[in-house]
């Protein structure tokens, strides 16, 4: 007679103890693109804080770090799409920098009466910009004109033109306050700020700048918000895999990743609390970030992209309309670098000849950083907004720590190179 015995259920769980740290490895090798930026986002800020003396986390530079490189990210949202359904723009550089210039003449120096409203002039620039994105996605989609050709002579003729508005080198400002608001202002407090600790008064009765303790209360609000919403989508995210059978990442990985990633959000929305409140431009960036999520991950569109990226042949033969899905690709991407050249009009309070100059290869950059792949068909938006703070906040460190803009160069150009090593040699591994 046998004495063995049926597994009971303290067995069974030891046995599930023993095997989710198995599970856990193989998951964050599997996700080690996604984690792997994460983690070097993380690990670079830190590197900086301490590299700077505390001055990255300050909430004065990081208002400063979000302003500066907010047209960076806002474009690369767009150069996501267009990278993924396998082509590539290089004149969105030139064509933000003609997009500010248009903006400046038509509110300074253009006599347009009503026309030259911060607001009317913002919304026609940004009709200009996709019909701009309209003509070169034209030749792209239907004439089969490379596009690295076209937006080429893109880059060559707006920056052209934009040097022509401006009448060779000069500038042109200073640009309405209300209109500079895009870019320098900030998210009022509708709530009323909270005082902490009162401030500092000195003998002759003057409030001692920096000191003391006031929270813009509607900032903490609107990160509370967004963090939970961040953990509340992405749990019902992973239930929806596991519902329809597909794999999902230990519940345990997944709670430590949304733990990080919830800390630092709070963290940083705690600093900007304690200054000003959240810059105006990151929440137009939050607002176009939730949208190209949506659309990427929920809407047919999204998946059409990818999957005209992927084979465009496929994609045709299964009924998609690749011409014209291109041209909307194009066309998004017009209206994105239009937003980045109000943006950087915005910042410098008025249009200069060299406004964007060089900036479509951070962009570029930071798609690829975000793990997009230079054949079509992958990359996440998450993905290409974290490698746009990836460059924002080493541009930021190395010039607080004052390395030279040529060696600033030769290290982006590094990690972009070692990036897209990365990406290849886990495809051929695989």
Not at 92 to 105: E, H, K, P, T, Y
Not at 184 to 213: C, Q, R
Request: some cysteine; overall charge positive.
């Amino acid at each position: 007679m046998s004495t063995e015995s049926a597994p009971g259920p303290q067995s069974g769980v030891a046995q599930d103890l023993q095997q989710t740290p198995r599970v856990a490895v193989s998951a964050l090798v599997t996700n080690l693109r996604e984690y792997g930026l994460i983690l070097a986002l993380i690990a670079i800020m830190v590197f900086f804080q301490f590299t700077t003396s505390g001055t990255l986390f300050k909430p004065v530079n990081l208002s400063n770090l979000v302003q500066q490189n907010s047209f960076i990210i806002v474009m690369a949202l767009g150069m996501l799409l267009v990278i993924v359904s396998g082509h590539i723009d290089l004149s969105v550089g030139s064509v933000a920098g003609f997009i500010g210039a248009l903006a400046a003449m038509m509110m300074v120096i253009w006599p347009l009466g009503p026309l030259s409203n911060p607001l009317v002039v913002s919304i026609i620039c940004l009709i200009v910009g996709g019909a701009i994105g309209a003509a070169q996605g034209y030749w792209i989609a239907y004439h089969r004109i490379p596009s690295f050709i076209v937006t080429l002579a893109g880059m060559l003729i707006f920056r052209g033109i934009c040097q022509a508005l401006l009448g060779g080198g000069s500038s042109v400002g200073p640009l309405p306050v209300g209109f500079k608001a895009l870019s320098s202002g900030f998210i009022p407090d509708v709530i009323g700020p909270l005082t902490l600790i009162p401030p500092t008064v000195n003998a002759a009765g003057k409030t001692i700048v920096g000191s003391g303790l006031t929270l813009h209360i509607t900032t903490l609000l609107i990160g509370l918000v967004a963090v939970l919403a961040y953990a509340y989508f992405g749990l019902r995210a992973r239930r929806t895999r596991e519902r329809h059978g597909y794999e999902a990442e230990p519940f345990s990985l997944f709670v430590v990743k949304t733990l990080v990633i919830s800390v630092l959000a709070l963290f940083l929305v705690y600093q900007f609390a304690t200054y000003r409140g959240l810059p105006i431009v990151l929440m137009v960036m939050g607002v176009l970030i939730a949208l190209f999520v949506f659309a990427t991950k929920r809407m047919t569109i999204g998946r059409r992209i990818y999957a005209m990226g992927g084979n465009a042949k496929a994609a045709q033969l299964s009924g998609i309309k690749t011409e014209r899905l291109t041209l909307m690709v194009f066309i998004n991407m017009g209206v994105l670098s239009a937003l980045g050249g109000l943006i950087i009009a915005a910042r410098l309070g008025q249009a200069v000849p060299a406004a964007g100059l060089g900036s479509e290869l951070d962009v570029i950059a930071a798609v690829f950083i975000g793990g997009a792949s230079a054949m079509g068909g992958v990359g996440q938006v998450i993905g290409a907004v974290v490698g746009g703070f990836i460059m924002g906040v080493m541009n930021n460190g190395m010039s607080i720590m004052g390395v030279n803009v040529d060696w600033q160069q030769v290290v982006k150009g590094l990690v972009l190179l070692g990036a897209v090593v990365f990406d290849v040699y886990n495809k051929n591994k695989g």
